[in-house]
T-cell receptor, first 111, second 112 residues
Framework: SQTIHQWPATLVQPVGSPLSLECTVE??????LYWYRQAAGRGLQLLFY??????ISSEVPQNLSASRPQDRQFILSSKKLLLSDSGFYLC??????????FGPGTRLTVT | KNQVEQSPQSLIILEGKNCTLQ??????????LRWYKQDTGRGPVSLTI?????NTKSNGRYTATLDADTKQSSLHITASQLSDSASYIC???????????FGTGTRLKVLA
């Protein structure tokens, strides 16, 4: 069966510090991968999606970036965090755009 | 513009009661529509998914309907339980894309 992992589960970082969130998927090949952010009490905002290794599409211009070094690994990064980067970050995967499965999420607080 | 709107924004009901959540969309061309349940601090979990040709789909006490002509969907929860307290999110995907359009969700609270 397929499984999606995200870590860390929670993170508190000072403004201006770097960020690296990791997502890995097990049990499937060549998935579409997604990064979403959810502000408190708000809907999900698509940040990045990837249809293959090294292929990244950005939806929202900001100080975040994403990389896909391996087929089932998706990384969200920032060189310098802003207060507005605080939120709940969700990784998700899908195959053929039918069902989409979400990871457990990372709660990021920028102080 | 592809959009998904949900109503009500929030809802409070007593345990054991039924409720219906609404979703209107303007996504075109339509591929499929899903309903997710998201507990606080957790990732969304799929409840149902429907394609153009499906009108109704059930998952236990959850029943989703789809009217592709009016571009409306509803999620009916029967005999609510305290554990149903969560946000319910309607998501529509457009054919030929890898993207999903999310509604802002309905926050349901079930009281004892």
């Amino acid at each position: 069966s397929q499984t999606i992992h995200q870590w860390p589960a929670t993170l508190v970082q000072p403004v201006g510090s770097p960020l690296s969130l990791e997502c890995t998927v097990e049990g499937t090949s060549n998935p579409n991968l997604y990064w979403y952010r959810q502000a408190a009490g708000r809907g999900l905002q698509l940040l990045f999606y990837s249809v293959g290794i090294g292929q990244i599409s950005s939806e929202v211009p900001q100080n975040l970036s994403a990389s896909r070094p391996q087929d089932r690994q998706f990384i969200l990064s920032s060189k310098k965090l802003l207060l507005s980067d605080s939120g709940f970050y969700l990784c998700a995967w899908s195959v053929r755009s039918y069902e989409q499965y979400f990871g457990p999420g990372t709660r990021l607080t920028v102080t | 513009k592809n959009q998904v709107e949900q109503s009500p924004q929030s809802l409070i009901i007593l345990e054991g009661k039924n409720c219906t959540l609404q979703c209107n969309y303007t996504v075109s061309p339509f591929s499929n529509l899903r309903w997710y349940k998201q507990d606080t601090g957790r990732g969304p979990v799929s409840l149902t998914i429907m394609t153009f040709s499906e009108n109704t789909k059930s998952n236990g006490r959850y029943t989703a309907t789809l009217d592709a002509d009016t571009k409306q969907s509803s999620l009916h929860i029967t005999a609510s339980q305290l554990s149903d307290s969560a946000s319910y999110i309607c998501v529509v995907s457009a054919a030929g894309t890898y993207k999903y359009i999310f509604g802002t969700g309905t926050r349901l609270k079930v009281l004892a």
